[in-house]
C-alpha cells in the first residue's frame, strides 16, 4: 500500500470548548484519511482545556492505530500559556508539547 | 464508681501539664537561647494552651496566652532575641496564665495588662492591645504553611456547564506555591471522546499559608460531582518510590518487587567507584537509625491514656482485697484435703500477686517530675537571696508511689529552701573561702530495697554542731553538758521549735522548722538522716518506702494477738533462751555476737495477760543507729500485706501505723518500730523512776 502523504491540519484563531465538535470532526478526518498527521497550532489565540484533551485524545487514537501525529512546531503563544498553566508541560505527553512529536 | 469526667477539668489537667513543660523549656531557654528546639517547644505549648483555652472558654487566657506566644513566633522566625528579660516575663506570664485558668476570679486586675505592657517594652513595639475577659476571641492565628497533596477531576459535565479548570488551576496558583501536573490517564480515544467533556485530572502539591478552608473555597462552585482530595503532607525529600505509593500509584508490594530487581543504590555506587561499602554501611545506619526513631516517638505518642487517680486508687484498694479473699480462701483450701482446690489456690495466688504488682506498677511515676518544679524555685530564690546556686538533679527515673510523691513536694521544698538560704554561702563570702562563687545544690534519687534514697546536697557552709548544741540548750531541748553524737545533734534539728537562724528572711526561718518536715516524712513511714561537715556542706537524706499501700512484714504472735513489724526495719530474729530470759530480767539486755542489745517484751508492753511460753523469740529491729530487740512468743512468717489505716477514733495510737486483715479474717495490728521503741522506753524510764 502506498504511503499517503502528511496530512497537515491547522488551527487559527480559537480553538476552545465552542469549536470543540468541529475540531474533534477535523481530527478524526485526517486520522481517517492518513497515516501521518501534523497539527499546525502556531495560529491559534485562543486555546482551553478543551482543545489540548482533544488533541491528547487524537495522539491516542493515532498511537493505537500505528499512525504517527505530531505538531508542526514546538507549542507556543497561546498554546504554551494554557500547557503551562495545566501543568502539561511537566506531564506525561511533556514531549509531545514542546518538541512537537512524541518519544 | 463516678466515670463522668468534667471535660473542662481535662482541659485543666493537661494545662497542668503544658505548663510544666512550658517551664522547664523556658528554664532550659535560658541556659542556651539559641536552641532552636527549645524556642519551638515553647512555642508550640503557647500555641496549645492558647487554642485549647479558647475552646473551653478561656477567652481571657487565651487572649493573653496569644500575645505571649507572638512573642516566641518572633523569637522563632529569628526578629527578636531569647534575653534573659524575655524569659523572665514568660515565666511571670505563664504563672499568670495558670491563674487564669485554674481560679480566673482570682486573677489580680491589672496583672494581664501590666505583663504585656513589660513584654511590648522588650518586643520594642507599641503597648500591646489592652486584654479583657470581655474581648471574646483572640485574632485567628497566623496558621503555619503547610503543604497539602491535592488530586482533583471535575465532572464530565463541568466544563460544558461553564467551569474552567483552567482558572481553578490559576486561583490555587494565587495560594501559594503549587506544582500542577495533568494526569492523562482519563483521555479516551477520539472516537470515544464527548468534545466537550471534562477527561483531564490534575494532581500535585499546594504549599500555602492559608488555611485549608481556602482551597475548598477555590472548588466551591464545582464540587458537586467532582472528585478531590486534599492531604497534608509533610515538607521533606521523600524517595520517588514513597511518593509512587503515597498517592495510591503504585501498590506497596509492586514496588519491593521492583526494587528487588532493580540493584541498590548503595551496590551501584559502590561498582562505579564513586563511595566506598564502608560509608554506604554507614549511611544505611543512619537511615535505620532515624527510621526506628519516628517509629518510636509513633509508638510513645499512641501509648498514652490519661486515668484518673482516684480510678487507680479505688483499683489498688479492690486489689487489696483480692489478695485478703484470696489468703483466706487459701487458708481454708489448706485445711481442707482437696487436691484440686489446693492447685486452684496456687493459680489464684500467682495470678493475684501478678496484679498486685501490676496495680502497683501503674501507680508509680517517676521522680524527674517533682524534682522539675524545683528549677524554677531554685532559680527565683537564689536571685532573691542574691546567690548564685546551680540545682542539679540525679536519679530523676527513679519511680516511686504517686501519692508519695505528691507528698514530699512541701518537705522537699523546706529542704532546699533552707540549703539556698542558710547552706549556700554568699557569693563574695564562697570565693573568700577558696570555693567556687557558684554554688550548687544537688538532688538525687536511688533506690536501695524496698526503700527510695533522696538525697539533698549541697557545697554549702555547713552545719555547726556547736552552734546547733547551743541553741539546743537554750531552748531546753537538751540539758547541758548531755553526751550527743554528731548525728545526734544534727537530729536536734528535726526538733520542733528549732531554729538556727539569727536573721528571719522571706525564704526560711518564720519558725515552720524542720520539725514540720520530719512530720511530713514520718507520714511517708520514711526518715531522715542529717551528715554534714563544717564549711563544705550538708546532705539531707530522705529514706521513703516505694508505696504507702503495700508492706512487707514479719507476723509475729503476742499472746493471742498477731502483729505484722515492718521487714525493713528487722535485722534479724533470735531465740530468746530460758535462761536468757532469767538472767535478763531486771536488765532486759541481751548479748549478741558480743554487742550488747536492749530489748523490749512486747507482751509487757501491750499488756497481754497470758501464760508465758517456753520458746520466746527476739526480733532484731533497728531503726537509724539504735538496734532494739522485740521479745515475742512466735514468729509465723514473711508477710506481704495491704495496710488499711486506722479509723479516727484510733489516731491517737501512735505505735500502730495501720493494720491488716489476716487469712482467717482476723486483724493484726502494723508495729511503727521507732514509735513503739520510744514509747518502750518511755515506759521503761517510767518503770525505773517508780
Given amino acids: 500500500m502506498a504511503r499517503a502523504p502528511t496530512v497537515v491540519i491547522g488551527f487559527t484563531g480559537a480553538a476552545t470548548i465552542r469549536q470543540a465538535d468541529d475540531i474533534a470532526r477535523q481530527l478524526k478526518q485526517a486520522l481517517e484519511s492518513s497515516d501521518r498527521i501534523e497539527v499546525d497550532c502556531s495560529g491559534l489565540t485562543e486555546v482551553d482545556v478543551a482543545f489540548i484533551q482533544l488533541i491528547l485524545a487524537a495522539c491516542k487514537s493515532a498511537e493505537a492505530a500505528g499512525k504517527v501525529l505530531s505538531l508542526s512546531a514546538p507549542a507556543g503563544g497561546a498554546l504554551l500559556e494554557i500547557l503551562t498553566i495545566c501543568g502539561a508541560q511537566d506531564g506525561s505527553r511533556a514531549q509531545f508539547w514542546l518538541e512537537g512529536r512524541t518519544a | ?690
Avoid at chain 2, 178 to 202: F, K, N, Q, R
Avoid at chain 2, 328 to 355: F, T, Y
Fill in chain 2, 1 to 690: 464508681m463516678s466515670t463522668a469526667i468534667d471535660p473542662v477539668e481535662t482541659f485543666r489537667a493537661e494545662a497542668r501539664e503544658l505548663f510544666e513543660q512550658l517551664e522547664t523549656t523556658l528554664l532550659d531557654i535560658e541556659a542556651d537561647p539559641s536552641d532552636k528546639d527549645l524556642i519551638d517547644t515553647a512555642f508550640r505549648a503557647l500555641h496549645t494552651i492558647k487554642g485549647s483555652g479558647a475552646m473551653f472558654g478561656f477567652d481571657a487566657a487565651s487572649a493573653f496566652t496569644h500575645h505571649v506566644e507572638n512573642a516566641f513566633d518572633l523569637v522563632r522566625k529569628g526578629k527578636l532575641a531569647a534575653t534573659k528579660e524575655l524569659v523572665e516575663v514568660a515565666l511571670a506570664a505563664k504563672d499568670h496564665m495558670r491563674v487564669l485558668i485554674e481560679q480566673p476570679e482570682a486573677a489580680p486586675p491589672g496583672r494581664s495588662e501590666a505583663l504585656l505592657a513589660q513584654l511590648a517594652g522588650i518586643i520594642g513595639i507599641g503597648p500591646v492591645v489592652s486584654v479583657s475577659s470581655n474581648d471574646a476571641h483572640p485574632p485567628e492565628p497566623p496558621p503555619e504553611r503547610t503543604t497539602y497533596r491535592l488530586h482533583f477531576r471535575l465532572a464530565r459535565n463541568a466544563m460544558a456547564m461553564g467551569a474552567n479548570p483552567l482558572l481553578l488551576l490559576k486561583e490555587l496558583r494565587e495560594l501559594g506555591d503549587c506544582t500542577m501536573v495533568t494526569d492523562t490517564d482519563g483521555i479516551p480515544m477520539l472516537e470515544e471522546m464527548d468534545p466537550s467533556g471534562c477527561y483531564l485530572a490534575w494532581d500535585g502539591l499546594l504549599s500555602t499559608d492559608q488555611p485549608r478552608s481556602a482551597i475548598d473555597d477555590v472548588f466551591m462552585f464545582v464540587i458537586d460531582d467532582m472528585e478531590l482530595s486534599v492531604e497534608v503532607v509533610e515538607p521533606e525529600a521523600k524517595r520517588l518510590g514513597e511518593i509512587l505509593v503515597e498517592r495510591h500509584a503504585v501498590s506497596a508490594d509492586a514496588l519491593d518487587k521492583a526494587l528487588d530487581q532493580q540493584p541498590r543504590l548503595g551496590a551501584m555506587l559502590v561498582k562505579e567507584g564513586l563511595v566506598s561499602t564502608d560509608k554506604v554501611a554507614a549511611a544505611l545506619a543512619e537511615q535505620k537509625h532515624l527510621k526506628g526513631e519516628v517509629e518510636k516517638v509513633a509508638k510513645a505518642d499512641a501509648a498514652d491514656i490519661r486515668v484518673q487517680a482516684s480510678r487507680l486508687d479505688e483499683l489498688m484498694d479492690q486489689v487489696g482485697e483480692l489478695v485478703i479473699a484470696q489468703a483466706r480462701l487459701r487458708q481454708l483450701a489448706n485445711a481442707g484435703n482437696d487436691p484440686h482446690l489446693k492447685s486452684l489456690v496456687e493459680e489464684i495466688e500467682r495470678l493475684s500477686s501478678e496484679l498486685r504488682d501490676t496495680t502497683m506498677g501503674i501507680r508509680m511515676v517517676p521522680i524527674g517530675s517533682l524534682f522539675g518544679r524545683f528549677r524554677r524555685l531554685v532559680r527565683d530564690l537564689s536571685k532573691e537571696l542574691g546567690k548564685e546556686i546551680a540545682l542539679t538533679t540525679s536519679g530523676e527515673e527513679t519511680e516511686l508511689d504517686k501519692t508519695v510523691i505528691e507528698r514530699l513536694h512541701d518537705p522537699l521544698v523546706h529542704l532546699i529552701r533552707n540549703s539556698l538560704d542558710h547552706g549556700v554561702e554568699a557569693p563574695d563570702i564562697r570565693e573568700s573561702k577558696g570555693k567556687p562563687r557558684q554554688g550548687t545544690i544537688h538532688l538525687s534519687a536511688i533506690h536501695s530495697g524496698a526503700q527510695v534514697l533522696i538525697k539533698i546536697t549541697d557545697d554549702g557552709a555547713g552545719i555547726d554542731p556547736v552552734r546547733v548544741r547551743a541553741k539546743a540548750e537554750e531552748n531546753g531541748l537538751i540539758p547541758p553538758g548531755a553526751e550527743l553524737s554528731e548525728p545526734e545533734i544534727f537530729q536536734l534539728i528535726l526538733q520542733p521549735g528549732f531554729s538556727t537562724a539569727a536573721k528571719v528572711t522571706s525564704v526560711s526561718g518564720r519558725g515552720v522548722g524542720m520539725d514540720v518536715v520530719k512530720r511530713a516524712i514520718d507520714q511517708l513511714r520514711g526518715t531522715i538522716d542529717i551528715d554534714s561537715t563544717l564549711g563544705s556542706g550538708s546532705t539531707m537524706t530522705l529514706r521513703l518506702p516505694l508505696t504507702l499501700a503495700i508492706i512487707d512484714g514479719l507476723l509475729v504472735r503476742v499472746g493471742e494477738g498477731r502483729y505484722v513489724i515492718p521487714l525493713s526495719a528487722v535485722e534479724e530474729c533470735v531465740e530468746l533462751s530460758a535462761e536468757d530470759d532469767r538472767r535478763a530480767s531486771g536488765r532486759d539486755f541481751l548479748n549478741i555476737r558480743d554487742e550488747t542489745v536492749p530489748f523490749l517484751r512486747l507482751k509487757a508492753l501491750f499488756n497481754v495477760v497470758t501464760d508465758p511460753e517456753p520458746y520466746q523469740k527476739v526480733v532484731i529491729v533497728s531503726t537509724g543507729d539504735a538496734r532494739v530487740g522485740l521479745v515475742v512468743d512466735q514468729i509465723i512468717g514473711d508477710y506481704q500485706t495491704v495496710i488499711k489505716s486506722l479509723s479516727k477514733i484510733h489516731s491517737t495510737v501512735q505505735t500502730f501505723s495501720g493494720a491488716t486483715i489476716l487469712g482467717d479474717g482476723t486483724v493484726a495490728l502494723i508495729i511503727d518500730v521507732p514509735r513503739l521503741i520510744d514509747f518502750g522506753q518511755a515506759s521503761e524510764s517510767q518503770k525505773k523512776a517508780s
